[in-house]
């Protein structure tokens, strides 16, 4: 736990410090060779400190470390999705952890987006599950009782902010008016469940998320998941790629498989990102899949068969190097 606490700490203090975490080169359209003949730092933007993204992010750049003495990797804590979008077109960071829709959004100058960002894939990765969990006792049973109520969409500029919105809005609300919407990170939201200060929250992560199996193992008689796979269809007419799942029963010890809206992962990178960086990069992922594994059990869904499914967001020409020496389909 003193180590977990540490990489915790060192993660935040360099999001806190802000500036360029990465000193990859631009693509020159030569030849693809998967090696990178200079040093080079990559920063990778994660997501809170108790979810996936963090998680994997970390145990990530370790293996990067460990496989190319050129390319040498640092994962940072972040809000998540949009605002690690927006920081990887700003040059901050060079890789970034993003919900599907979310990207779909950069790519095609929506939702939280005025412009159409340059950003491609290194590949699809785990899939997100929503998880809308709330207090028993504030007699919350589906999205549309949280009307009035105290509710956790999420950090500012995450992707799990992004689907509360719309989930409120397709479940009848107005996010801004008819929800005292708390912005609070992970961590400070699953406080705020335990003492009561908050009614209901959402978010959207990978299986397990450490901080839901934090507050599910402590306050498992006081909260509930709520089944919003009613709201599927309204959610669709916005983007195809929310699709219905199940958190297993297993997960968090429930009574039940949970039934949900779940939404891929993609790895990011700028277009212009050099391509045997890129090339890199990719390999690590699919190379020390296992070691990623041992990080998180949501690395576990990384793999080649759905590698290049990233639409529309186009896969990087490097990453398309390194899929197509690893054997993934086309």
């Not at 959402?202 to 193992?217: A, K, N, Q, R």
Request: charged content about 20%; glycine content about 8%.
């Amino acid at each position: 736990m003193l180590s977990w606490a540490l990489v915790s700490a060192l993660a935040a203090a360099t999001a806190a410090c802000g500036g360029r975490q990465d000193t990859a080169s631009t693509d020159t359209g030569g030849e693809v060779t998967c090696e990178v003949g200079q040093a080079t730092r990559v920063g990778i933007a994660t997501g809170n400190n108790t979810g996936v993204y963090f998680a994997l992010g970390n145990a990530y750049a370790e293996q990067v470390n460990a496989s190319n003495k050129n390319v040498q990797a640092t994962a940072s804590e972040t809000g998540a999705s949009v605002q690690n979008i927006q920081a990887l077109v700003a040059g901050t960071y060079g890789v970034a952890f993003s919900l599907a829709d979310t990207a779909a959004d950069a790519v095609n100058g929506a939702g939280s987006f005025t412009a159409k960002q340059p950003v491609a894939a290194l590949s699809r990765i785990h899939s997100n599950y929503t998880q809308v969990i709330v207090r028993k006792a504030a007699g919350i049973k589906d999205v549309a009782g949280m009307k009035g109520k105290r509710v956790s969409t999420g950090s500012p500029k995450s992707g799990t902010e992004v689907i509360a919105n719309r989930l409120l809005t397709a479940a009848g609300l107005k996010p801004e008016s008819d929800v005292q919407a708390q912005k609070l990170d992970l961590t400070k939201t699953v406080d705020g469940i335990k003492d009561g200060s908050i009614d209901a929250l959402f978010w959207s992560g990978g299986l397990p998320t450490p901080g839901i199996t934090d507050l599910l193992t402590t306050s498992k008689d006081q909260v509930e998941f709520l089944d919003i796979t009613p709201l599927l269809p309204e959610m669709q007419k916005i983007n195809e790629v929310y699709q219905e799942g199940a958190i297993p029963a297993a997960t968090y010890q429930t009574p039940a498989d949970v039934k949900t809206i779940v939404v891929p992962n993609v790895l990011l990178v700028r277009e212009d990102l050099d391509a045997d960086v890129a090339c890199v990069l990719t390999k690590v992922l699919f190379e020390k899949k296992t070691q990623l594994e041992q990080a998180n059990k949501a690395a576990g869904e990384i793999s080649l068969e759905t590698a290049r499914k990233t639409s529309p967001v186009t896969i990087h020409r490097g990453a398309a190097k390194a899929l197509d020496d690893l054997g993934a389909p086309k």
